[in-house]
């Protein structure tokens, strides 16, 4: 996990990307954001780009790609998953079948959007300082062979 990278925060709400921007300057936080509308563009992000991000932040229910096909997609591509970037899902979906299914593949976590900005602002806050204080494996990846460096 790189806690330096650039959070990935996938919503068609450019409203909740617009309030979501503000909370991460209120908040300091000195990640870079990138923001998508859609699975399909973030996904193409993570495969060729040169960032290793510090967390993904993903909505459910997006066009084209939803946010539990994209994390089907980040699971099995072995170069993404050997980065170790938690996968959240941030979502207003709460129903417990959408529940269990993204945890049936391996999301870190299931976020209710609350609707109070002062409640959004501190699900955000908890989201990254548990983040900043977890500690997973250094695996080094070598881009081209998509093996571990030992």
Not at 29 to 37: D, G, L, P
Not at 69 to 96: G, M, W
Request: aromatic share 12%; proline share 5%.
């Amino acid at each position: 996990m790189n806690k330096s990278g650039p959070i990935i925060i996938i919503d068609d709400d450019l409203d909740d990307q617009m309030i979501l921007g503000e909370i991460f300057k209120e908040l300091n936080v000195q990640n870079e954001v990138f923001y998508f509308i859609n699975g399909v563009d973030a996904y193409a992000f993570l495969v060729h780009s040169k960032y290793q991000p510090f967390i993904i932040l993903s909505d459910i229910n997006m066009p084209r790609l939803s946010g539990i096909e994209l994390r089907d997609k980040v699971h099995n591509n072995r170069q993404l998953n050997l980065k170790c970037i938690p996968y959240l899902f941030f979502t207003t979906a709460s129903e417990q079948k959408v529940v269990i299914e993204a945890y049936s593949k391996s999301v870190q976590g299931f976020f209710v959007k609350p609707r109070q900005y002062a409640d959004l602002r501190r699900v955000i806050n908890n989201i990254i300082e548990y983040w900043k204080d977890c500690h997973s494996p250094k695996i080094e990846v070598d881009p081209v062979s998509v093996e571990p460096i030992s």
